[in-house]
Every structure is written in structure tokens, then in C-alpha cells.
């Protein structure tokens, strides 16, 4: 079992930042590749970002390429996600997840295999 932990969530005016953070607990974190995902009300759960378990492979989704940033310290069991230019409509639960499958599914949300309990981050226009 991993335990998963977000923090760092709150209100930000448009434009502003915000870096969260998920902490693990339980087995090696660093044989997991961790994954940010978020929810909207009314909306899907939707990829943000992933990085693989050494961090040497990043990718993230289309819409926040070039604001957002994951990164992971596995001495310290955590991954971040800095999310700067914030807009409205990215208001949402943003969650992070633990997958031991393949890079290939890191925008899969069914590959994963833990999940935290998100954390709440609402941008105001």
C-alpha cells in the first residue's frame, strides 16, 4: 500500500501560483511514476502532468505546457507540481496518483494504482 498525501491547495487570484505538494508514505516511492490529475465540478478527471520514478521523463498535458512544473525528491517521498498563470477555469480537486504500470499509460487514470484525496484550488477572476 502507498498512502498519499496533497497539500499546498487554496485560493489564488488569475495569474498567481501555487505549488502542491503529495507526500507517500508506505512502500518505495521511488518505484512508483506519480502522476497530477484535477476535477472540475461536473467535469471528468483529467491528466496535468506525470514524471517517471527516477524524474528523467516528464510530460504534460497541452493546456498547461509551459506554466505548470512537476518535479519528485524520492529521498524525501514527495512530488510537486508548481502551477504558475493560473486561470479561472482550472479551478478544480487536483490529485495525485501512484502508478507501478508502464510510462506509456502515465496519462491513463486507471493505471494507476493509489490515489490521494485531493487537494481544492480555486483561481478567482
Known amino acids: 500500500q502507498v498512502q498519499l498525501l496533497e497539500s499546498g491547495g487554496g485560493l489564488v487570484q488569475a495569474g498567481g501560483s501555487l505549488r502542491l505538494s503529495c507526500a507517500a508514505s508506505?512502500?518505495?516511492?521511488?518505484?512508483?511514476?506519480m502522476g497530477w490529475f484535477r476535477q472540475a465540478p461536473g467535469k471528468e478527471r483529467e491528466f496535468v502532468a506525470a514524471?517517471?520514478?527516477?524524474?528523467?521523463?516528464?510530460s504534460y498535458a497541452d493546456s498547461v505546457e509551459g506554466r505548470f512544473t512537476i518535479s519528485r525528491d524520492n529521498a524525501e517521498n514527495t512530488v510537486y507540481l508548481h502551477m504558475s498563470v493560473l486561470k479561472p477555469e482550472e479551478t478544480a480537486i487536483y490529485y495525485c496518483g501512484a502508478s507501478s504500470s508502464s510510462w506509456y499509460y502515465r496519462r491513463t487514470i486507471k493505471e494507476y494504482d493509489y490515489w490521494g484525496q485531493g487537494t481544492q484550488v480555486t483561481v478567482s477572476s
Open positions: 508506505g512502500r518505495t516511492f521511488a518505484n512508483y511514476r
Open positions: 514524471i517517471s520514478r527516477s524524474g528523467g521523463s516528464i
